[in-house]
């Protein structure tokens, strides 16, 4: 039973650096990718960054430069660091997993069969 568990959302003002932490366990696949998903209010969830198990990984254009995605050593969490937050990446952030193996982990929705519940992001 995979279960993924997100932590270390808040309300922050613009500017400031936030870091959200997934942990997952039951999760017991070689190959995979460790994706952070979003979704303001009255806006489809989206894509956000990514990391495959070699600690590869891949970012939507609107947070490159500014969020960075990693992993322990252990590879039962997965971190994103958000620096210079604004208001627009204010939403619920979302830890996902896929056992699928990618070249490059896509940002899509679809490819990532298991789902964290969400922390709380806002940026004033």
């Known amino acids: 039973h995979v279960q993924l568990v997100e932590s270390g959302g808040g309300s922050v003002q613009a500017g400031v650096s936030l870091r959200l932490s997934c942990a997952a366990s039951g999760y017991t696949y070689s190959s995979y990718c460790m994706g952070w998903f979003r979704q303001a209010p009255g806006k489809e969830r989206e894509g956000v960054a990514a990391i495959d198990s070699d600690g590869s990984t891949s970012y939507a254009d609107s947070v490159k430069g500014r969020f960075t995605i990693s992993q322990d050593n252990a590879k039962t969490i997965s971190y994103l660091q958000m620096d210079t937050l604004k208001p627009e990446d204010g939403a619920m952030y979302y830890c996902?997993?896929?056992?699928?193996?990618?070249?490059?982990?896509?940002?899509?929705?679809?490819?990532?069969?298991?789902w964290g519940q969400g922390t709380q992001v806002t940026v004033s």
């Open positions: 996902a997993a896929s056992s699928d193996r990618y070249a490059v982990c896509p940002l899509l929705i679809s490819r990532y069969k298991f």
